[in-house]
């Protein structure tokens, strides 16, 4: 059951984001892959920061939902795509770093939909924001 996950490893799930224009414009980058799991960041350039010059919450967020969706996808490698119905944010304090990284877990696993979380940090460990999702697994049509 293990290899049969691991299929989705972190350079398939870099070329499935190479088709994502929005996830290239950022440069969102799969940094690991565990079975429910994912590991994302992205470089934190000049023009996605707001005005308090720290990274915009829209950033962070899209970060945070291709994260969700990163770690939802080890456990659907057969799905043809993964879509958020509902996304909780709360940012707890500013994205200060060279980098926003990103780690998710999915806290349960169900046929169609799952429930799943995300942190993002900073590179020194300091907590930037926290989200909660309910992802939609999209399988291939019969």
Known sequence: ??????????????????????????KILTDELGEGTAKLSLP???????????????????????ALCTAARTLHPESVGVITIDLS???????????????????????????VEAEARNPDGSLVAKAIATVRVRLKEK
């Open 1 to 26: 059951r293990r290899q049969h996950h691991m299929k989705l490893d972190v350079q398939f799930a870099r070329d499935y984001q190479k088709k994502i224009p929005f996830v290239s414009h950022l």
């Open 89 to 115: 944010t709360s940012f707890i304090g500013g994205g200060s770093g060279e980098r926003l990284l990103a780690d998710a877990r999915v806290l349960k696993d169900g046929r169609s939909m799952s429930f």
């Open 44 to 66: 934190v350039e000049p023009h996605l920061k707001n005005s308090l010059g720290t990274v915009h919450g829209g950033v962070i967020v899209s970060l945070l939902d291709v």
